[in-house]
């Protein structure tokens, strides 16, 4: 009758409605309670990251990034040249890479290594956190290799003498950097380039004895050590 069919209807909306509230609240429940842990875990990485940049020093090897080395999206180990204030020059550990610097034009701005490493690499190499930590030259670059001027630095721990043999100056190539051609020494040592112009037509280099010389600009087999400086404070730069 009227008095049993209702009360029915309305426990069998009753069994199935509340199970769905349920499920649906326990879901928006746990899809929260996930953005919030993400949200967490990301500040306490940041922070963490903070507190590690605020703590280099010169001397220092530090990891910060990755490229393909003895295998995809290794660490990249960096050298720290010099720390002032919040900023730090870095100095890839290891010949990263093996191209010519340019076909044409021995001018650092706009030749190909230039564009290659201010995009693919920067791009490829460093996350958001990193990027933002990797602040521009005078020329509003982000990436650059050294110049003669840094390789003769003493505030970088480098002899001033460009024909000294300098141990310091001395690096050896990653896996990639030799499989693409770097000539190596029988010691393990490589060339690689720097963007200062000795002259109109070559750049420097350093050479596998520590010491300066001139290479041509348009040469396959020597490598790319690259550089940058990073603010190493806060949040804020």
């Known amino acids: 009758g009227r008095n049993g069919f209702f009360p029915a209807v309305y426990m069998h909306r009753e069994k ?3 199970p769905t509230y349920n499920v649906l609240w326990r879901n928006r429940f746990m899809k929260n309670t996930k953005k919030w842990l993400a949200a967490l875990l990301a500040s306490v990485l940041l922070f963490s990251t903070a507190v590690a940049m605020a ?11 990755r490229y393909m080395q003895e295998m995809p999206d290794q660490d990249i180990q960096w050298r ?3 720390v002032h204030d919040d900023t730090a020059v870095l100095l890839s550990d290891r010949i990263l890479e093996c191209m010519p610097f340019d076909q044409e034009d021995n001018r650092w701005v706009g030749s190909d290594l230039c564009i290659w490493l201010n995009g693919w690499f920067l791009n490829s190499s460093f996350g958001y956190e990193e990027r933002w930590r990797i602040l521009p030259d005078e020329s509003g670059l982000y990436v650059r290799i050294p110049t003669r001027g840094d390789m003769t ?3 970088y721990g480098f002899s001033a003498n460009p024909d000294a ?5 001395i690096a050896a190539g990653s896996p990639t950097a030799i499989n693409n051609g770097l000539w190596t020494s029988k010691l393990g040592n490589s060339t690689y380039y720097l963007r200062s ?19 041509r600009i348009d040469r396959d087999n020597v490598g ?5 400086t990073i603010y190493i404070g806060g949040m804020d730069p």
């Open 55 to 65: 703590e280099i020093r010169q001397g220092d090897v530090i990891s910060f990034g």
């Open 80 to 82: 720290v040249l010099y």
């Open 16 to 18: 199935t409605s509340a």
């Open 153 to 155: 630095n003493p505030a």
């Open 224 to 228: 790319v050590r690259p550089m940058i």
């Open 197 to 215: 112009t000795p002259n109109s037509t070559n750049l420097d280099q350093v050479r596998v004895t520590g010491s300066i010389g001139i290479a």
């Open 165 to 169: 043999k300098d141990d310091r100056r």
